[in-house]
Structure formats: structure tokens, C-alpha cells
């Protein structure tokens, strides 16, 4: 795909109501990612609002994805209840919409969540199943992805022997996370704690990637990211499983040796990437035609996922 890229037509659709950015005024904001506002409720909660931005090469698009906020939030709830079992995660089970003003309750309707408030542990648990994005070129220079040494001979999107943990030190907004190994990890915040984030992360990608093949998807791979209560007690938080935080493929037209079509902001980064653009603020405008079809990958994969749809 390139700037100058066509498409075959598309059923027109209604666009659904979007939110760029939430303008609360009943909570205090205490800032925003590249996706999400975060709001204090009281000393011990969040509240956490996903918008419908999009960040391609760690840009924000100006143009919101319709939808796009209200499907990675079902789709986060989702998974939290599935996996509730392996770990703890922040969920309070309070309705957010009791917590705002009643004339904010619509931009907290469906995209919102009442978390508690952790103490983050800046590292990334990423891990991976299969060959792919920075993984792979990592393979292709030195036979290893982050000093974790791989079979000879592997392609591209292969299935790995088994699923490697391979962490990340989490950086300021706009700046690439930076790849770190296990023994860094160990030594930022110490070995008994590395350990067990990182049993828990294989353990809740094998259980997610176990259910996803029976919906027809592949989780490529993901990344997970925890906190600690007051107690010191382990938490999965922010978001899981999502097409923002996991590359899923369809099955059906999977085969290694290629780069599979994945259900997230694909068409967004091809038609970036046919673009005479640095990769750097401001992120250049999106094409109607590509803001639709990037609103239905994000709806199919929850469709796909959790057997439901938005409505």
C-alpha cells in the first residue's frame, strides 16, 4: 500500500460517535498515554478512559478510529475475567459511570474502566510464539531474538520451538521501548520478582493463545504489564490481549515464510510506510477509506475473539 494506493469499494457506513481525547472535569487527570486517560478517584483508584486514538511508530494520529476505544476496552474485560485465575488484576467491578458527572457519563460509557492503583513495574513482559516484527530481524542478524538463541533455518512468522519471554524497558512517551535481557530485568527489579512475572506471562499466553485457536486466530505475540498493591502483591494491569498490545493472525491464511495480515492498525502503518514522512510528529492526515477499514480490523478481532460484537 502506498500514498497513491486504491482500494476496491466499500458499503458506506455511519461513523459511530468517537472520543480523540476525554474532557473530564469531575476527576482530577493525572495524564494521558498514547491511547488512554488516566483520572484519580480518591487516593486508591484510577479511572481509565480509552479513547479512539491511534499511534503508529509511536505517533498519534490527529484522526480518531471509530469504535476503536470501545472494542480494545471489551476486549481487555474480556480477558481479565478469562484469565482471572492465573493472577490478580486491577479490576474494582465498579461501574464507571457512577463515578463521573451525569453529563460525562457518554465519554465513559463502554470504554471505561475503575481500577486499582498500583505501583507499576516499568518493564514490559513481552512474549513471543512466533518470528516476527523486531523479533525477527533480530533472528536474521544473529540467530538469536533478545540473547535467547533460536534453531538455525527458521522463516519468517514460524512458529517458535516454544514461547520465549523477552522483557522491555519501558520508556517516556514517544520513544521506542528498549529490549532488555531476563538477567536486566532481574537486576532492575530483582530476581524473585523477574521470575515470577515471567512464569506468569508464558502461563497467560498459553492459556490465551490455547483459547484463541479455537477462534481461528494465532496470538503472534504480546505484551503484558503489572503492578503492586500496597501489600506487595502482584497485579496484571492496563490492558491484555488486545490488537493494540498482541499481533493476531488469522489462521486460515497463515503460513510461515511471509508476514500474515494481522487485525489492528495494519493499514494504517502500509499506507505510512508508501509516505515520504520521517516517522516523527506530526503524524500526517489519514485517508477516510483507510480509517474505515482500520475501525473494522479492530471490530472483526473482537467479533473474532469473544464471539460478540459491539452491540
Known sequence: MTGSASFAPRPAVTPAPTLHQSTLHSLPLLGRGKVRDNYALGEDRLLIVTSDRLSAFDVVMAEPIPDKGRVLNRMALFWFDRLADVVPNHLTGIDPETVVAADERAQVRDRAMVVKRLRPILVEAVVRGYLIGSGWKDYQASGAVCGIRLP???????????????????????????NIGFDEMSARIGAALAQ??????????????????????????????????????????????????????????????????????????????????????????LPPEVIARTADKYREALVRITGRGLD
Open 152 to 178: 538455525a533455518g527458521l522463516a519468517q512468522a514460524e512458529r517458535l520451538p516454544e514461547p520465549i519471554f523477552t522483557p522491555a524497558a519501558k520508556a517516556e512517551r514517544g520513544e521506542h521501548d528498549e
Open 196 to 285: 515470577q512475572i515471567r512464569e506468569i506471562s508464558l502461563e497467560l499466553y498459553r492459556r490465551a493463545s490455547e483459547y484463541a485457536a479455537t477462534r481461528g486466530i494465532l496470538i503472534a505475540d504480546t505484551k503484558f504489564e503489572f503492578g503492586l498493591d500496597d501489600a506487595g502483591r502482584l497485579h496484571l494491569m492496563d490492558e491484555v490481549l488486545t490488537a493494540d498490545s498482541s499481533r493476531f493472525w488469522p489462521a486460515d491464511s497463515y503460513r510461515p515464510g511471509i508476514s500474515p495480515p494481522s487485525f489492528d492498525k495494519q493499514f494504517v502503518r502500509d499506507y505510512l510506510e508508501g509516505l515520504d514522512w520521517d516517522k516523527r510528529p506530526p503524524a500526517p492526515p
